[in-house]
């Protein structure tokens, strides 16, 4: 058990790695969230800017959804929301919408486990955009109410403007 673990660790930390540094090739990252620095570079695949960025997300959809799963079976609800918030960015350049949905909902479940505020105002506010981006009328208008009940009781400004900006 101890050796799965570790392994389930590893591949967790390898694919937030790599989902960072795709999602960065793909367009603007609004959230804090930095894996830069976890793998060297010779450790991660090639990203030729957005065309292979999106190819690597692509590829890899269904083992990130898979490690997904096994972390949030494990208990690693930090690392579940984490790593469905970095995959946000795929799922906005290439929506579907039953993928998105079930990445944004386990990584709400995730960070509501983990008892981590900004994971459940990011996590959130990417339902919110499903429910834009798919034009779901009242969708995403508790999240977004959520979300701002969330940011006042924090002390970060930068939930604040972002819950204001998913209500309006």
């Known amino acids: 058990e101890k050796d799965r673990d570790e392994v389930l660790g590893w591949t967790v930390r390898y694919y937030q790695a790599v989902a960072d540094r795709a999602r960065r090739r793909l367009g603007r990252v609004a959230d804090p969230l930095d894996f830069s620095h976890v793998l060297a570079d010779d450790a991660m695949p090639p990203l030729a800017g957005f065309a292979g960025a999106h190819d690597w997300f692509g590829a890899e959809w269904p083992n990130l959804l898979a490690v997904l799963d096994a972390a949030y079976a494990a208990g690693r609800h930090d690392d579940v929301w984490r790593l469905a918030r970095l995959a946000h960015t795929y799922r906005v350049a290439c929506p579907l919408l039953d993928e998105w949905t079930r990445m944004a909902d386990l990584g709400v479940a995730a960070a509501e486990a983990a008892g981590d505020v900004a994971g459940q105002c990011w996590l959130r506010l990417s339902r919110c955009e499903i429910a834009l981006t798919f034009e779901l009328p009242g969708f995403g208008l508790a ?24 209500r309006s």
Do not use: G, V
């Not at 959520?146 to 998913?166: G, I, K, P, V």
């Open 143 to 166: 999240d977004a109410e959520q979300a701002a009940r969330l940011s006042a009781a924090s002390a970060d400004q930068r939930y604040d403007t972002l819950t204001l900006m998913q």
